[in-house]
């Protein structure tokens, strides 16, 4: 029996081969994808500003001086003429008033100069004094006749001197700011306050580079409302755009014209603002989908009929809140892989645990 037992034996072993089942496919790694379909995706970037006068003058005196009194302060309404603020005027009273007696003094002098040519030209026309006499006392005229005139412009000097001791409003506004307090000497041409026209008003925001690169409008229109009343919406249109970053933030200074702005609108007030654009054709794709290859933005796309993976470059059009826009390097149809792109390589195989369609979220 066991001579007929051994073949038995060896002939089960060559047979549990055959009976082996197919060897298993190395395992694919699971991922997210969605398929790829362009939309009209609008420009939805925001920016925060805030609301500022279109029209704001800095005040300040002609002169040197004590401030005597400043009658306002930050929220005044002035009218135009009004006395903003004065300094102590006593010097240039005194100044003033030496300026008349100058007047007088070379006034006095013309006079005399006056009436002793009119004697030498009577003695030199009957040949009683010399033409030399006569030139000597034309001289001394025409030199009373020039001290008048100096004398003259410095009472004028004098004078409105004494009047810009007087700082006036030059237009209808409200006060935005103060730089000087009674008893404090400032000097000529420093600032005293700051006068706003409060019915214009632009809203200022300061922009990264990046916003230009895509553009062609050089002031296109904008929407913008308060941070605190999102629903009041106030269209504007962008009416300068600083040539020169700040030197700080990188960022550019654009102001927005507000139409017609409403009452519930003040200065200083925060602002949000974006561009009213056309909507145009891209693809949106969730931040996660982008995979850097050498520098330059890429995507895995699934092949359907192997179900391995290949990078492909795209051009990013801008970035959103969480997202990313596609301008060109996909078409419709196309399987993006946006979770877990970090651990893929060129032809590995995956398998889709979710997907959905592009831009859907």
Not at 354 to 359: A, C, E, F, I, M
Request: charged content about 25%; overall charge neutral; proline content about 4%.
């Amino acid at each position: 029996m066991r001579l007929f037992a051994v073949p038995i034996l060896i002939a089960a072993a060559l047979a549990l081969p055959a009976c082996k089942p197919k060897e298993a496919v190395v395992d694919a790694r699971p991922v997210r994808t969605v398929i790829v379909q362009a939309s009209s995706v609008g420009d939805d970037r925001q920016a925060v500003g805030e609301v500022r006068p279109r029209y704001e003058s800095e005040l300040s005196f002609r002169v040197a001086g004590k401030v005597l009194a400043r009658f306002v302060d930050v929220g005044a309404t002035v009218n135009r003429g009004d006395t903003i603020a004065r300094l102590d005027a006593q010097d240039y009273e005194n100044r003033l008033r030496s300026a008349e007696a100058e007047v007088a003094a070379a006034k006095a002098a013309l006079d005399e100069a006056q009436a002793d040519e009119g004697r030498k030209a009577k003695l030199v026309k009957d040949g009683w004094t010399t033409g030399a006499a006569y030139d000597s006392v034309v001289q001394k005229l025409r030199s009373a006749e020039a001290r008048l005139t100096s004398a003259r412009a410095n009472l004028d000097l004098s004078g409105d001197q004494l009047r810009y001791t007087e700082l006036r409003a030059e237009f209808d506004g409200v006060i935005t700011a103060v730089g000087a307090e009674s008893g404090q000497n400032v000097a000529a041409g420093q600032l005293v306050v700051k006068l706003a026209r409060p019915g214009e008003m632009d809203g200022v925001f300061n922009i990264a580079e990046t916003f230009f690169a895509h553009r062609e409008e050089d002031k296109p229109a904008v929407v913008v409302w308060p941070l605190s009343n999102p629903a009041l919406q106030i269209d504007g249109e962008v009416r300068e755009i600083s040539p020169v970053a700040d030197a700080a933030t990188r960022t550019y200074a654009v102001k927005v014209t507000l139409r017609n702005p409403p009452a519930q609108l003040r200065l200083g007030m925060s602002l949000a603002g974006r561009v009213k654009s056309a909507s145009e054709r891209a693809v949106k794709l969730p931040l996660s989908a982008l995979f850097d290859q050498a520098g330059l933005p890429a995507v895995w796309i699934v092949n359907p009929a192997t179900g391995g993976v290949a990078l492909r470059p795209v051009t990013v059009a801008r970035y959103a809140t969480n997202a990313v826009i596609i301008a060109s390097g996909l078409v419709d149809g196309d399987v993006v892989v946006t979770a877990g792109v970090n651990t893929l390589r060129d032809g590995q195989r995956v398998q889709v645990a979710s997907t959905q369609l592009s831009g859907v979220r």
